[in-house]
């Protein structure tokens, strides 16, 4: 019940309060609309390592196929732009197809074999230039079409739309986590024999974690893609699409569902804003000690740390 | 139903199963004993599929199950439990269950856990962390628990009433005769007190050295001579 609650004066106020206070600052809405870009990939690394056990360093290139699926279908094909993000989604899941014999590495080397993967993607993306337009990229991808009424082109409809995708994600992942997959999952890092055992195809449930990750940051990189009308491999396979959101991830607490998407927040906004004008070159070190002193003070991240904090302030007020 | 021939397990140089042939009807609960370091584990994990044997065949049920991945053996209904005990770490004692009869009997059906977690009395624990709040016995429950959530035909205890006091193993004992009658189990139980071996199997054989001694029933197999000298450290020729 109070759950609920929570939820609905989120809801409330990530789509009404936002855009109706801070709607006609443009620059506050493109840092925010970022934040929940790289939140969106957060969440969908979170998921893979939560769900999975797999530490992955090549969600760029997840990032980067979404991206340039999706824009080609729209440019060379005239696919329609919402559809052609679903596309890109699915290009970079058939994309994670090829990384799948990296699965049966364990821990670091997983972690290495899909890096190197990132970087063939990138490589193709440069070479195949009659169909990516090669290093020099593409330019005016097409944007946001307008959906009820809403100029999802605008600023405040690009807000409303990345921030959809990724409560849409977000539900997804609660929902794969309540159910029995989720589960085996979670029981499979610890008693990898007590699940086979009974029957658990691990590596299979692996390999669905890393296609519906892969999936989801594919639809985010096609969302950016057609956000800033604008697309080369330096960018699209940029490794700050894997660093940002692992860092975001990390931060907020990478085994809850929401501590991806609120770490992105918390840590693209505060060093956008604060640090950034405080110190405008070097800002991003204040941000790797932001980072390591969150590892040391709340290894679980911020979510659990807050959750622990409001636990204590409420047997403070009951006492 | 179970059928191994030549079955030889290496590890290195190390010689865990020496050509072993074995065959288990349906409806039998099958002693399997021998001293420390003999090889019971190891066949185990050999017909649960843990490790692909060096050599020979393994048929369950009629069907050559010895390619299988090892969460497909619990699908055609190979059930087993470990020496020491393995829980789903992060899991309470129900979902423990819940997962084994998901994935292993192909269906959640919360009746048949109630009556499996009744009937090994766990009932009043099936909220409970698996991994940290279980005494000994629930433990070993908790693994009898979880290979019958899967819905086995052949259920293989690896010492599970090994390190209980003497009455709870009797108790204990009893709960596996009722389990065994009530699921049409054909058993294979890994047990080093006799008497338990007595009240449970009709049938018993004896591994020394990866090798079968002895098979027959528990009175013929404890007075062999071989398996009395098995026992006493002797090595064989
Ligand atoms: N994974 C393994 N690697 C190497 N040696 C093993 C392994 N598993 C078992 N062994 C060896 O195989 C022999 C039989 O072990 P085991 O089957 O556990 O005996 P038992 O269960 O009868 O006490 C022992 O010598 C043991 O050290
Ligand atoms: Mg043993």
Request: hydrophobic share 50%; glycine share 12%.
């Amino acid at each position: 019940m109070k759950h609920r609650m929570v939820v609905l004066v989120a809801l409330v106020l990530a789509y009404g309060a936002v855009p109706l206070l801070l709607g006609s600052m443009d620059y506050v809405m493109s840092l925010i609309i970022a934040a929940l870009t790289i939140g969106g990939v957060a969440l969908a690394w979170a998921l893979l390592g939560n769900l999975g056990g797999l530490v992955s360093f090549g969600h760029a290139a997840f990032f980067g196929v979404g991206a340039y699926t999706s824009a080609i279908l729209v440019v060379d094909h005239h696919w329609p732009v919402l559809l052609a993000m679903v596309a890109g989604g699915v290009g970079a899941a058939v994309a994670s197809v090829a990384t799948m014999p990296a699965l049966r590495l364990r821990g670091p080397y997983f972690a290495l074999a899909i890096l190197a993967y990132g970087h063939i993607f990138r490589i193709l993306a440069v070479e195949a230039t009659s169909l990516t337009g090669g290093a020099a990229g593409m330019l005016s991808i097409p944007g946001f079409p307008t959906l009820l009424g809403i100029n999802l082109a605008s600023k405040t409809g690009a807000y409303a739309l990345i921030l959809t995708i990724v409560l849409l994600f977000a539900w997804l992942y609660g929902l794969i986590r309540r159910s029995t997959y989720g589960l085996a999952l979670r029981a499979m890092h610890d008693s990898e024999l007590a699940t086979r055992v009974v029957g658990v195809p691990s590596t299979h449930l692996k390999a669905a974690m890393l296609v519906i990750s892969a999936f989801m940051t594919g639809v985010v990189g096609a969302f950016n893609a057609h956000q800033i009308n604008f697309l080369d491999p330096e960018y699209a396979f940029a490794s700050s699409w894997t660093v940002l959101p692992i860092a975001a991830a990390i931060f907020g607490g990478y085994r809850t569902v929401w501590g991806p998407v609120l770490g992105a927040l918390v840590v693209f906004l505060v060093d956008q804003l604060v640090f950034k004008e405080l110190m405008p070159s070097g800002h991003q070190l204040v941000f790797g000690v932001l980072l390591g002193g969150m590892v040391i003070l709340g290894p679980h991240g911020l979510l659990p740390l807050l959750g622990r904090w409001s636990k204590k302030e409420a047997s403070h007020a009951g006492a | 139903m179970l059928e191994l021939d030549a079955i030889t397990m290496r590890f290195g140089g190390l010689t865990a199963l020496h050509a072993m042939s074995l065959s288990v009807a349906e409806g039998e609960t099958l002693g399997l004993v021998g001293p420390n370091g003999a090889g019971k584990t190891t066949l185990f994990n050999v017909i649960s599929g843990v490790y692909a044997p060096s050599g020979g065949t393994i048929r369950f049920g009629g069907q050559d199950v010895g390619a299988l991945p090892q969460w497909k053996r619990a699908r055609v209904g190979i059930g087993r439990t470990f020496q020491i005990p393995q829980p789903m770490r992060e899991l309470t004692v129900r979902e423990n269950l819940r997962v084994a009869q998901r994935f292993g009997a192909g269906k959640e059906d919360p009746a048949a856990l109630d009556e499996i977690l009744d009937l090994l009395g766990l009932a009043h624990k099936q909220h409970a962390d698996a991994a940290t709040s279980l005494a000994l016995t629930e433990q070993k429950a908790l693994e009898v628990g979880k290979a019958l959530a899967v819905r086995p035909r052949l259920l293989m205890l690896d010492e599970v009433l090994g390190g209980l006091e003497m009455a709870t193993k009797r108790t204990f004992a009893r709960t596996l005769e009722t389990v065994r009658a009530r699921f049409g189990l054909t058993m294979v139980i890994i047990e080093h007190d006799i008497e338990t071996i007595k009240a449970l199997c009709p049938r018993v054989v004896v591994l020394n050295f990866g090798q079968l001694i002895a098979d027959g029933t528990p009175e013929a197999v404890f007075n062999d001579p071989q398996v009395i000298r098995s026992y006493t450290g002797d090595t064989p020729a």
